[in-house]
C-alpha cells in the first residue's frame, strides 16, 4: 500500500492519559501535513512539517500537544493530559510541492477520551 | 466568522435529481480552489479542482466567481452513492505552507 498510514486507527484513552499518534506518509512526498477533525465540522488545520522542519502551529495546537517528524519521514502527534475535548479524528495529509498540490489524506486516528 | 462557509444540510433529494451546494470565502488571497467528498468516518477525498473558467467532471460542474468569492458545484443525475458530505476548500496566497483550508462540509443524502 503506498498511501498514507496512520496508526492506531481507533484509541479510546481515560481523560489525564497521553497518547501518541503515528503518521507514515507517502514516501516521496516531503510535505506533511496534521488535521482535526470534530464531528459536523470539516477539518481544521494543527500544524505543518517540510522534510523534517516544523514550520507552521496552529493556535489550536496547544502546550498539551507535540508533534514530531525527526527525520523527515514519519511523524508523530502526541496529546499529553487528554482532555474530553480533545475527542476527535486526527487527519494526517501528505504531498509533494507541486502545483495541483496532490494532498493524499491517511484514514485518520478516531480519539476518544472519557 | 469562519474563513470557508458552507450550508451545513443536510440535503434530502430524490435519486435521479439536480442539486446544488455554494460556498463562500472571506479572504480575497485564496489562491486555488477544490470540492473535497467525505463518507461517513472516512478520510476527505479530492472530488474536483475548481476554476474561474467552470470545471466539469461528468455529472459534476463547479464554478468559480472570484469577484463574489463564492464556489459551486453541481451535481446531476442524482445517484445513491453521491451521499456524502461535500467540503468546499481553498488555499490562501503568502505562505510557504499552502495548507487546506476546509469549509464545515454539506451533507447530501440522496433518497431511493
Known amino acids: 500500500d503506498t498511501g498514507v498510514s496512520q496508526d492506531p486507527r481507533h484509541k479510546i484513552t481515560k481523560r489525564g492519559q497521553n497518547v501518541t499518534f503515528r503518521c507514515d506518509p507517502i514516501s516521496e512526498h516531503n510535505r506533511l501535513y496534521w488535521y482535526r477533525q470534530t464531528l459536523g465540522q470539516g477539518p481544521e488545520f494543527l500544524t505543518y512539517f517540510q522534510n523534517e522542519a516544523q514550520l507552521e502551529k496552529s493556535r489550536l495546537l496547544s502546550d498539551r500537544f507535540s508533534a514530531e517528524r525527526p527525520k523527515g519521514s514519519f511523524s508523530t502527534l502526541e496529546i499529553q493530559r487528554t482532555e474530553q475535548g480533545d475527542s476527535a479524528m486526527y487527519l494526517c495529509?501528505?504531498?509533494?510541492?507541486?502545483?495541483?498540490?496532490?494532498?493524499?489524506f491517511g484514514s485518520g486516528t478516531r480519539l476518544t477520551v472519557v | 466568522r469562519k474563513e470557508v462557509e458552507q450550508d451545513p444540510g443536510p440535503f434530502n433529494v430524490p435519486e435521479g435529481a439536480t442539486v446544488a451546494f455554494n460556498c463562500t470565502y472571506s479572504n480575497s488571497a485564496s489562491q486555488s480552489f477544490f470540492w473535497y467528498r467525505q463518507d461517513c468516518r472516512k478520510e476527505p477525498k479530492l472530488l474536483m479542482s475548481?476554476?474561474?473558467s467552470g470545471n466539469e467532471d461528468g455529472r459534476f460542474t463547479a464554478q468559480l466567481n472570484r469577484a463574489s468569492q463564492y464556489i459551486s458545484l453541481l451535481i446531476r443525475d442524482s445517484k445513491l452513492s453521491d451521499s456524502a458530505t461535500y467540503l468546499c476548500v481553498v488555499i490562501r496566497l503568502g505562505g510557504a505552507t499552502n495548507k487546506l483550508i476546509f469549509g464545515t462540509g454539506t451533507l447530501l443524502a440522496v433518497q431511493p
Open positions: 475548481v476554476y474561474s
Open positions: 495529509a501528505s504531498s509533494l510541492r507541486t502545483g495541483n498540490y496532490g494532498y493524499t
